[in-house]
């Protein structure tokens, strides 16, 4: 998930990812039989698969934006051949104008988003507003049903915003011992943090975790991501909501949710290291030489973008999804996720709509070391009158340790009865911006691991419909029955613990099944 959880919990917990070692180049390809290391077993599965040929499958990554010219991403682009690129016209009629590669909703005009607003600010300041000068003794039972609503959500808010502000002061202290360095040394390098001598006992303390963090960050990109986080902070600690920003930059009526055809072709948007991390480990394109191996070499990447620095908004979920489903993708993955959803009944029917039209939905099970069965994450496939999407699979990140007490990431979400199974997720080797590459953790990189699996089980097995994928991928999941160590915590227990399947996500075994089913 995007807006840096991960990174934040890096840099001042550090109880898990630093303490394993350094993964192995590409690991989550490798498979545990094998290998004896949970990836996802995809060069084993390619053994198996020799001489058979798969058909194309589309895989929408609806997430930030992707780098649509990243060397090791531009032949696996979906590319819409009923649209003329660049003549200003809806050539297909879809609705969506030089939608080559995708389309975004969240730029138009007036130009793109890149911070948004929690969701819960924007329930907040949506009632504040309602309430502002209401007689609490004249309201009806329906409007006083809705304020009470508004109190929970006040609290809620209030304390968050708290919250907010000491994560605030942690990353300013971080930011401003960063320059100290620089102002001093000249730079902030490994080595300049390690002669630098402390001013105060802060300073310390940072320079002791600075050390480990360099084990898994470049300077330069810890700089450029703790950068980006002060000015987040800075932005969405209280951020009133301002639909009338997106008014001017999209186009689109915010409150509308039946409005569909807004957006641009911009596939990037203001930072695109996320999705394009997402897409690398999907499809980066395999045998050419350069950077890594994808896990699905038949798969297309579809760049859906609805996912800003903040919370996403319902509508473009769901339009998000529609697209990608009317557009022939298959596989939807969906590396990002929020705690309120105002409007699920529009996010249902687009779910209840790929799930017509046999596509499988992909999430992202979050980074907040919680128990989704106490308490879920939107989107979700629990319909609002209780039912549950057959075509969807709830991803949880796994590591390379070879300790089974160290095998799932501290961080990830996890559920007995929500998370389907787990997958490698946590520093993951894969494509960012500019012909780059660089590691990457979180459930939202075991959700393309998967998503790519999923692929590659749709291409080469085309008969089978997305909810006999997820049966497929959730029997022949690689069962781990030692002792594991519940994320979040000392808490022993077993892998039913955490998930449905009470395992991992495995190619090669999902593909010996299926050719097995075929004799």
């Known amino acids: 998930m995007i807006k840096y959880t991960f990174l934040l919990s890096a840099l001042f917990t550090f109880s898990f990812l630093f303490g394993q070692g350094k993964a192995p180049a590409n690991w989550y390809l490798k498979d545990p039989i094998k290998d004896k290391i949970y990836g996802v077993g995809a060069e084993e599965a390619y053994k198996l698969l020799i001489g058979k040929k798969a058909q194309e499958v589309i895989v929408a990554v609806i997430d930030s934006g992707v780098d649509t010219e990243h060397p090791d991403l531009k032949e696996v682009l979906w590319v819409n051949e009923d649209e003329i690129p660049g003549n200003g016209i809806d050539d297909d009629k879809n609705g969506y104008i030089d939608d080559v590669h995708g389309w975004s909703f969240l730029g138009g005009p007036g130009g793109d988003i890149g911070e948004e607003s929690s969701e819960l600010s924007r329930m907040y300041y949506a009632d504040k507003v309602y309430f502002a000068n209401a007689d609490t003794n004249s309201l009806s039972a329906a409007e006083m049903t809705r304020y009470k609503k508004f109190k929970e959500i006040e609290a809620i808010f209030l304390a968050e915003k708290v919250s907010a502000q000491r994560q605030m002061e942690g990353i300013t202290a971080l930011s401003n011992y960063m320059e100290a360095v620089k102002q001093e040394k000249g730079s902030f390098t490994k080595s300049t943090n390690k002669s630098y001598k402390p001013k105060n006992e802060i300073e310390q303390k940072i320079k002791s975790r600075m050390k480990v963090i360099l084990m898994a960050y470049k300077p330069e990109f810890l700089e450029k991501e703790v950068g980006a986080m002060v000015a987040n902070s800075q932005q969405s600690s209280d ?51 350069i950077g890594i191996e994808g896990i699905a070499e038949n798969a297309k990447i579809m760049v859906v973008r609805v996912v800003p620095n903040g919370d996403e908004r319902d509508k473009d979920i769901a339009n998000g999804i529609y697209y990608a489903v009317d557009n022939g993708a298959k596989v939807i993955n969906m590396s990002f996720g929020k705690y309120y959803s105002p409007n699920k009944e529009v996010i249902d029917a687009a779910v209840r709509y790929a799930n017509e039209h046999d596509v499988l939905l992909l999430h992202a099970a979050g980074n907040e070391s919680k128990n989704k069965d106490v308490q879920d994450s939107y989107p979700t496939r629990k319909f609002m009158n209780g039912e549950i999407a057959t075509n969807w699979i709830e991803v949880g990140a796994s590591s390379s340790s070879k300790d089974s007490k160290k095998l799932l990431a501290e961080f990830s979400n996890y559920g007995a ?85 009470g395992g991992f996500i495995n190619a090669a075994s999902a593909v010996r099944f299926l050719l097995q089913e075929q004799k």
Do not use: W
């Open 239 to 289: 951020k009133v909501v301002n639909d009338s920003l997106r008014i001017a930059l999209v186009g689109d009526n915010p409150s509308d949710m039946t409005e569909k055809y807004y957006g641009c072709n911009r596939y990037k948007g203001p930072d695109a290291m996320h999705g394009t991390h997402v897409s690398g480990i999907i499809a980066a394109k395999r045998g050419n030489g």
């Open 417 to 501: 009865t929500t998370v389907d199974l787990f997958a490698p997720g946590v520093d993951l080797y894969s494509t960012i911006p500019d012909a780059n590459y660089g590691d990457a953790s979180g459930t939202s990189m075991a959700c393309p691991a998967a998503a790519g699996v999923a692929a590659m089980i749709r291409g080469y097995f085309p008969y089978l419909t997305a909810t006999q994928v997820r049966g497929v991928l959730m029997k022949t999941s690689i069962l781990n029955d030692k002792v594991i160590t519940i994320p979040g915590g000392a808490t022993l227990g077993k892998m039913t613990d955490v998930s449905i399947s």
